[in-house]
């Protein structure tokens, strides 16, 4: 396992940590932090720096389905990738 992979799970697992030991956390509100922070783990990690063939393994691995229903991971992408940029 790369760095860069142990850096974005660290990440995603520290930006859960806090909402899921919160008792008024509901499974929507988990479902929806959850997808919104892999936009800010993965430019954090570097993924903007990571050769084309790196970057298709993260879309096999990342459930495109899933991405696609959440609204909320679009904004956070996008609020994200405009604060680096």
């Given at each position: 396992?790369?760095?860069?992979?142990?850096?974005?799970?660290?990440c995603?697992q520290?930006?859960?940590?806090?909402?899921c030991?919160?008792?008024t956390?509901?499974?929507?509100?988990?479902?929806d932090?959850?997808?919104g922070?892999?936009?800010?783990?993965y430019?954090?990690?570097?993924?903007c720096?990571?050769p084309?063939?790196?970057m298709f393994?993260i879309?096999?691995?990342?459930?495109?389905k899933?991405?696609?229903?959440n609204?909320?991971?679009?904004?956070?992408?996008?609020?994200?990738?405009?604060?680096i940029?």
């Open positions: 396992m790369t760095k860069r992979v142990e850096d974005t799970m660290l995603l520290n930006s859960l940590f806090s909402i030991n919160n008792d956390s509901t499974c929507s509100i988990i479902n932090e959850g997808f922070s892999h936009a800010k783990c430019l954090q990690s570097g993924v720096n990571i084309p063939k790196d393994e879309v096999n691995i990342v459930a495109i899933d991405l696609i229903g609204k909320k991971a679009f904004q956070v992408s996008n609020n994200n990738y405009n604060q940029h």
